[in-house]
């Protein structure tokens, strides 16, 4: 990497897409070409009360902060989403996890790429999407649902723990039930205890 970088900025990630988020001493993040140009200029911020974006694109899409709200440009600097959001994932599979922190609380669901809310913003949490279900959690217990919203097992089940993101590998997911670890299939059928 050219040690110009370093004198003009505090903060680079490596490249993805083609361009490398980058932050100012001042704290204002942008991001620059593979030369070393600016392409989106360094107007924005990569945090806002402790909530960080993820420092690089996915889908052609890159979150960044403006005013203490989330929104999202494309490669060419221009806001593609308006700054709404709390809290953003990244986009996967044309689908990404948004948060609205408000008077009912932090709530999640998730936008496509135009910013339209596809799955309404209703939930206690949600996470990514794998094997065609997100885990999500509803007046406290989790649960899935697929890529229309639709509670595909029901929310009866608890997380196993805070680090734990529930998700489904190769077709099964670990989740508590009445206090016991279990592995469930994708129709929410128990194969075995943990």
């Not at 600016?38 to 420092?55: H, K, M, N, Q, T």
């Not at 939930?123 to 697929?146: C, E, H, M, T």
């Not at 998700?167 to 592995?183: C, D, E, P, S, W």
Request: proline fraction near 3%; aromatic fraction near 16%; charged fraction near 25%.
């Amino acid at each position: 990497m050219n040690n110009s970088y370093s004198i003009e900025y505090d903060y680079i990630h490596g490249f993805v897409e083609g361009l490398a988020f980058v932050r100012n001493k001042d704290k204002k993040c942008g991001y620059i070409n593979e030369s070393g140009a600016v392409v989106i200029p360094l107007d924005y911020e990569g945090s806002a009360d402790g909530r960080f974006v993820f420092p690089f694109f996915s889908e052609g899409l890159a979150a960044l902060f403006k005013n203490g709200k989330l929104g999202f440009v494309d490669q060419s600097g221009n806001v593609v989403i308006d700054f709404q959001y709390d809290y953003a994932y990244t986009f996967q599979d044309g689908l990404c996890g948004v948060r609205k922190d408000g008077q009912n609380g932090i709530r999640y669901g998730f936008i496509n790429k135009r910013g339209e809310e596809v799955i309404p913003i209703e939930y206690d949490w949600v996470y990514y999407f794998s094997d065609g279900l997100a885990p999500a959690k509803r007046n406290g217990k989790l649960g899935y649902i697929d890529k229309f919203g639709n509670t595909a097992i029901p929310f009866v089940y608890d997380k196993t723990d805070s680090g734990d993101t529930a998700q489904f590998i190769n077709g099964t997911a670990v989740v508590m039930l009445n206090g016991k670890k279990l592995r469930i299939d994708r129709n929410g059928t128990p194969l075995e205890a943990e």
